[in-house]
């Protein structure tokens, strides 16, 4: 007998980066997750505000998560400044001094602590504008012509 399929429902961090984006987006910022670094490593959330300043937020959904993952330190290199997001319970005395922090939930987050801002060499701020448009007019032509390919 075939079981019914049940509702996929997103995880708690992709639900978390979803509440992170819209509060940057009232910030006046923009937003891509999952954005795929130089070094290979995958930023949950990376946000261009209207100075051409980049943050990169990793978003932590439980104390295990946080613990098991330890990349974190090799996204410094590509942001002007590093945050965490973290849901309501979070113990945030774990966040490291050397990066902001966000509380967040599904549909909202706010900023906690801000991070401190150590900027980019300039041909890196451009390369990472460059990606960060890219990846942005990729993913925007694949929602208005899926058949493309891309």
């Known amino acids: 007998m075939i079981e019914p399929m049940k ?6 961090g992709i639900l978390l980066a979803r509440g992170v984006c819209r509060a940057l987006v009232q910030h006046g910022w923009a937003t891509l997750t999952e954005v795929t670094l130089a070094n ?17 937020v990793e978003v932590k959904s439980s104390i295990e998560d946080f613990r098991s993952d330890r ?65 942005a007019a990729q993913r925007l032509q694949r929602l208005v012509d899926p058949g493309l390919g891309l």
């Not at 290979?40 to 990169?56: H, K, N, S, T, Y």
């Open 7 to 12: 509702e996929m429902l997103p995880q708690p």
């Open 40 to 56: 290979g490593r995958r930023a949950d959330v990376m946000a261009l505000q209207p100075g051409g300043e980049i943050f990169i």
């Open 71 to 135: 990349k974190w330190g090799q996204y410094r290199e590509f942001c002007d400044a590093l945050y965490f997001a973290v849901p309501d319970d979070f113990p945030t005395e774990l966040i490291p001094p050397e990066c902001g922090l966000i509380i967040a939930d599904h549909f909202a987050a706010e900023i906690l602590r801000p991070a401190p801002i150590i900027r980019l060499a300039p041909a890196r701020r451009k390369a990472m504008t460059l990606r960060f448009a890219q990846l």
